[in-house]
């Protein structure tokens, strides 16, 4: 079960604080140089003279393609205090304008030969490094070539004129204004508190408004010629190809590159260890009430070993059963907390911080800091019991024998990413089978005893720490009230307390194995359909692209279009299913007593129906089987499912208005449907009232009759699978044969008033949102879906060059078309960006420019090409995944036309012209006709709108 346990913790686990820095230059060696671990002979590391260093590995997953990344170790910490912002700066500069490439062409290259801007070619600005990523989806030599040439051009070329820098100003400018969320206010205000001398507290990568606006093409290139030095860049090829020839397409093109001195990374510090006592009260409207209480102390230098991994191997069991022992008290009936974590994480090479963290629900901060703390000091005084250990230790066998027997189909991306962390983090990549023997060797030695010494040893003891309240409202009694609940907690007695004792698995026994009736191939793509007699539907398709891995899914008849106008909320707390557990374990035992599987247990709500779906392994197919027959069959609905619900809810609703994107994501349906209770948001009290019993009434039918299709891909034997659905879900009593049309329901509708909405939000004063819809039509022409797509993408080449390029305006303009399946005729096209609240008017016009210009005259050869071919490339490729082959063969025999679709989908999309979508465009996109919502700040006036917008 280790989905839920690491989802948790990533929520709720201090996150280690971020990477540490790159040793560079001092000491040029490479992590395994000066390391017993073994490295993975498998990759070729080299370095050129100019002292440029690259890792190639040849990888046939997916086959036929490349991924190429180009890793500078130079980041926002490398910024004087006047270059804020300008790593991330450069960073955009990399598409505008090199010696080869003229401003703006880069893209449009990339896009002709089927690279998605934001999809496939991306970059990222970090601390103490930028990334440039280029995903190639085919793996030609002149493609390769062609990256590569990119790749070099950004090392040392680029032109950064002054008149491109003042255009991508805007653009970057915009990047800030969307980015300040209360989130990130949140974050900042955090890291300047627990570590107030630190650089890294004043180096977020995105700058401020004062060094942007001061950037010039000068003081850019300065940066760029001081920290783009071949002895800070790392070039990494993983994919179908010719190492050598790849190793030669290095040299041929970076070889030129002159040597430069390579200025060592200021440190990310300091970070006081004797900081204590202190306290801060940070109040935001939208923020769910945290408290944490943290202890800073020194950096533990801790080079990559055989030793050193042993040693956090256990650490990290430690904070594990910690975190653990939380969860189970976030998930009872009666919780003291919503959810808390404890752990110590590295703060760069400068420091190390231990802390607790507690979220609560609003007010109730005291009792759940009471909680969080006697479970810290039991662990801390009385240490782990036996069974503890062994479930963790079941739980890592199980993530690193799938990785070791996987290890021949790992992806492109892993070894890149495992490629990366050797030049980030100095970790060695080792191969997954020499993990697992070390794992196995260390095994005997991982006792309650040795982890409860390994996590001592690193965690700093929380005396008199730094505490920091983060909520809605201030705590009653301020500062000095935390303070005091935390010395009281602190001085309460630890009891001792025994573990509960674990039962066995209790589903695995559904009766007599269904028949099955029927057992055919699907002629086009060999998806093997099978129908047992209980009306239960399989669909298997063998593959060989990921070893060892099998995905599942599971679809029962229901989803959305039980939700009527008289009952809105019917089938709202489906998605809550699992939180209440089954009718003989509660969700937080099955944790326990599945430790060491890979398995999932999850329901979400479609359209019409309920869907569950897991990524397993062979070996725990049967039991991810039963599982889900478990879920549907017998659904334990416990309260404190119930509770979960309730603590999310109310966090929901306290944060609808807090940014542009959320306050129109409350409304927007609403406005679109004339207020149908079906789509719109309810108040809140009538989800308040919500119950499991309730629930049951309403979907429990479904789950119990309702039909059922299931898809099994993967590494797995057809005739096994067939036989492992028979003993499960082919053993439930009979099912409807057919899923439900639902034609009775009222249809779907789109509102005939056209004028311009406002939304207000309570986010930025500078911020706006404007959103655009047409409706269009539903999906079940299969030209029409496809001519729809293009036009997004179209619309989404024109918006982009348009209003980020021509305007330097927005950010992230995008475009969607989403056509539904079930509600007869109803589909919509969107079109959104997101703006300075004194440019809506500009860049309504601007939208509206480019809607005028598809619906006048077809779009260039060209912009055509550049928005087809990623489609094209993508189709090529969408059976080189298991995902590719799940989202066909999920529902086979039920929605047959989505594997004949995509046989067709190639050839016609080939015999689509630009005059067809400007056709399509003239049908649904009429230009006045669109409905216009904008999200404003509250108290800010409708900006006037010119004549020819307004209805
Ligand atoms: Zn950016």
Redesign the pocket.
Known sequence: MRGYLFALLVVLAPSPLTARQIPYPEDPRWAFEKSDIPVDPDFRFGKLENGMRYIIRHNATPEGTVVVRMNVAAGSLDESDSEQGYA?FI??MAFNGSQRIPEGEMVKLLERNGLAFGADTNASTGFDQTLYKLNLPRNDPSLLDTALMLMRETASNLTISQGAVERERGV?LS?MRDRNTWAFRNAVDSTRFFYPQARYGHRFAIGTAQTLNAATSASLRAFYAREYVPAHVTLVIVGDIDVDAAEADIVRHFNDWAPGPAEEQPDAGPVDHKDRNRTEIYIDPALSERVTVQRNGRYLDEPDSVAQRQENLLRSIGYAIVNRRLQRLARSAQPPFRGAGFGTGDVFETGRSTRLIVDTVDGKWKAGLEAATHEYRRALAHGFQPGEVTEQLAELRASITDSANSAQTRSNATLAASALALVDDELVPSTPESVLQRLEGFAPQITPEAVLAAMKQEALPLRKPLIRFQGRTPPTGGDEELRLSWRKAMREKAAKEATGSTSRFAYTDFGPPGAVVSDTRDAELGIREVRFANGVMLNVKHTDIEKEKVSVTLAVDGGDMLDTKGDPLASEMASYLDEGGLGKHSLDDLDSILAGHTLALNLSRGEATFNSGARTTPGDLELQLDLMTALISDPGYRPEGEVQYRQSLNNYFAQLRSTPDSALQADLAKIISDNDPRFSLQPVQDYRHLTFAKLREDIGGRLSHGAIEVGVVGDVDEDRAIALVAKTLGALPPREPAFRSYGDQPPRTFTDDRSTRVIRHTGAADQALIRIVWPTRDDSDPVATLTLEMLERIMRVELTDELREALGKTYSPSASSSLSRHWKGYGVFSVNASVDVAEVTATREAIRKVVIGLNTEPVSDDIFRRARQPLLEALQNALKSNNGWLSLTARAQTEPDKIDRFEKAQERLLALTPVDVEVMARRYLVPDKGLTVLVLPEAVPVPEMPKELQP
């Open positions: 991330h960073e955009h970057v990047e």
